[in-house]
């Protein structure tokens, strides 16, 4: 197993274990998820600046936890924002600005459908396209209409397959023009997630 694959899994599995974001948006309040999640973004935001002037934090960042950094984010004295910072914006916008099953769904795709693309690219692609590969677009559009299917029976709402679809097709497109537009997925895939759910039911109600 190459290091770039063994990197991307240590990446992708802290993606994974915020799956609780998911738990708490379905369990609390909405309210209670925005001061939260206001609270965790906070927090993190915090992080950043403390890395930057705290030289252990920032010797600790290259060297314990070097293994969930992207190289930009470790080029000190100026490091790039972390994927952590985008992440915990992400759900907190989704929880301010989104009813909650859109919320929810808008925070999976970003986590899961993010996730499949990046560990099935790394693992099995083979056909290159705009910097990702062929293979790990299909995985997040699979991932995403999966999504959307089950999410849309749980909460018994009735859009047509083809929009749920069409979605998913088009999240696979920010997913793919996001780094070469150089806006961080988490952040484009939750609002546009959240944009076109809160769009669809319209359309749906007009076929």
């Known amino acids: 197993m190459s290091s770039v694959l063994m990197q991307e899994i240590h990446r992708k599995s802290v993606h994974l274990s915020s799956l609780w974001m998911v738990a708490a948006l379905f369990f609390l309040s909405p309210e209670q998820s925005k001061y939260l999640f206001g609270m965790v973004f906070a927090s993190v935001a915090l992080f950043e600046i403390l890395r930057r002037v705290n030289p252990t934090i920032r010797h600790l960042c290259?060297?314990?936890f070097r293994s969930?950094?992207?190289?930009?984010?470790?080029?000190?004295?100026?490091?790039a924002l972390t994927?952590?910072?985008f992440f915990t914006l992400a759900v907190f916008l989704a929880a301010l600005l989104f009813p909650t099953p859109i919320a929810i769904i808008s925070v999976l795709v970003m986590i899961l459908s993010d996730t499949m693309a990046a560990l099935v690219g790394k693992s099995i692609g083979r056909i290159k396209f705009m910097g990702k590969t062929l293979e790990g677009c299909i995985a997040f559009f699979v991932t995403t209409l999966m999504i959307f299917i089950s999410i849309n029976q749980y909460f018994h709402q009735d859009e047509r397959l083809i929009l749920l679809a069409l979605a998913s097709f088009l999240l696979t497109l920010v997913e793919l023009f996001s780094k070469k537009l150089h806006i961080d997925d988490n952040l484009s895939l939750v609002l546009v997630t959240g944009g076109l759910l809160l769009v669809l039911p319209m359309v749906n109600a007009a076929l």
Request: glycine content about 12%; overall charge positive; proline content about 17%.
């Open 68 to 79: 969930i950094f992207r190289p930009e984010e470790l080029t000190f004295p100026h490091p």
């Open 62 to 64: 290259k060297t314990k």
């Open 83 to 85: 994927g952590g910072f």
